[in-house]
């Protein structure tokens, strides 16, 4: 990706203090849910909305999966639903991702994962990234 913002869309799922300090980072353009007026909403209302603002959606819940939401049909979906249990591993995964892996986030589906990154692209093949 160039150097202009990367427009993300945070699921209601992500804890606050994540999307405070995503919306502090210059290099990220974030919304919320809530700010979009779509808090209560079904995830395929968030994937549309997401699509027509061509924001990535930040999940926290396995439904934003490559199961529910075809490769290559949206912006991107990065899943931290792995790491909902620890908010600070989850900072700290999302900004390895950012800076090791931020070509890879457009139009695949990421899971963020304790020792790995998954990226599933087209045709949902998956190629594993270590963090370091």
């Not at 405070?20 to 209302?45: C, F, N, P, Y």
């Not at 908010?87 to 020792?115: D, F, M, Y």
Request: hydrophobic letters at 35%; proline letters at 3%.
């Amino acid at each position: 990706m160039s150097a202009r913002k990367l427009k993300v869309l945070a699921d209601e799922n992500i804890p606050g203090h994540i999307c405070k300090w995503l919306k502090g980072l210059r290099r990220i353009d974030l919304k919320t849910v809530r700010e979009a007026q779509l808090a209560g909403q079904e995830d395929s209302k968030v994937v549309a909305y997401a699509r027509d603002q061509k924001r990535i959606v930040l999940a926290g819940d396995k439904a934003f999966s490559e199961q529910n939401y075809t490769v290559c049909t949206h912006p991107g979906i990065i899943n931290v639903s792995k790491l909902n249990a620890k908010p600070q591993t989850c900072q700290e995964k999302l900004s390895r991702l950012l800076a090791k892996a931020r070509k890879q986030v457009g139009h695949n589906v990421i899971h963020l994962h304790e020792s790995h990154i998954c990226v599933v692209r087209l045709g949902n093949k998956k190629e594993t990234l270590p963090y370091k």
